[in-house]
T-cell receptor, first 112, second 118 residues
Framework: SAVISQKPSRDICQRGTSLTIQCQVD?????MFWYRQQPGQSLTLIAT?????????ESGFVIDKFPISRPNLTFSTLTVSNLSPEDSSIYLC?????????FGPGTRLTVL | AQKITQTQPGMFVQEKEAVTLDCTYD???????LFWYKQPSSGEMIFLIY??????QNATEGRYSLNFQKARKSANLVISASQLGDSAMYFC???????????????FGSGTRLSIRP
């Protein structure tokens, strides 16, 4: 099984600033995804992080707000830009292959 | 349209009983995969079990089994001999392959909160 780490585990940010979240997988994976989860809600897919190319964003999510990088098969970053209180949420990284998909522990973001 | 449907927002089950969590899905892609995850109150997402659309047999992992009925598009999770530690949110998820793995994405259902009574 893959072990996925995320940094930071939590942060409190001011409105208008940005936060970059790092996701590191301990083995090469074909797929990496970024999700957002509001308290008591399910997971909403933000985008698929594509290795060496632009991420594929879901409806309602745009690159200017959520730039994503994936320079190799084990690492990805998600930046949440121009923060507003509505961005307060848990952000989760997922990685794996066709039949195994594991999650990082999540990043809890609070925007004041 | 809802791709993954979990119709049970909450369930209460007596300890040691078996429990079935429902999941139906909607896809026109012949190649797809189905996942179940457990999310305890600590918030971590724990991968439980996987079923591929071409797998002939139902997947099993310890006390977890997936009752895969392809024609009905259902992928129910069965937990045998439930334990207090099984109390958590359970999410069903589907991967659609869109013809090649690099275009795959995984969509989650709304979840079922399972509570085990002692």
């Amino acid at each position: 099984s893959a072990v996925i780490s995320q940094k930071p585990s939590r942060d409190i940010c001011q409105r208008g600033t940005s936060l970059t979240i790092q996701c590191q997988v301990d083995s090469q994976v074909t797929m990496m995804f970024w999700y957002r989860q509001q308290p008591g809600q399910s997971l909403t897919l933000i985008a698929t992080a594509n290795q060496g190319s632009e991420a594929t964003y879901e409806s309602g999510f745009v690159i200017d707000k959520f730039p994503i990088s994936r320079p190799n098969l084990t690492f990805s970053t998600l930046t949440v830009s121009n923060l507003s209180p509505e961005d307060s949420s848990i952000y989760l990284c997922q990685g794996g292959n066709l039949d195994t998909q594991y999650f990082g522990p999540g990043t809890r973001l609070t925007v004041l | 349209a809802q791709k993954i449907t979990q119709t049970q927002p909450g369930m209460f089950v007596q300890e040691k009983e078996a429990v079935t969590l429902d999941c139906t899905y909607d896809t026109s892609d012949p190649s797809y995969g189905l996942f179940w995850y457990k999310q305890p109150s600590s918030g971590e997402m724990i991968f439980l079990i996987y079923q591929g659309s071409y797998d002939q047999q139902n997947a099993t992992e310890g006390r977890y089994s997936l009752n895969f009925q392809k024609a009905r598009k259902s992928a129910n999770l069965v937990i045998s001999a439930s334990q207090l530690g099984d109390s958590a949110m359970y999410f069903c998820a589907m991967r659609e392959d869109a013809g090649y793995s690099s275009a795959s994405k995984i969509i989650f259902g709304s979840g079922t909160r399972l509570s085990i009574r002692p």
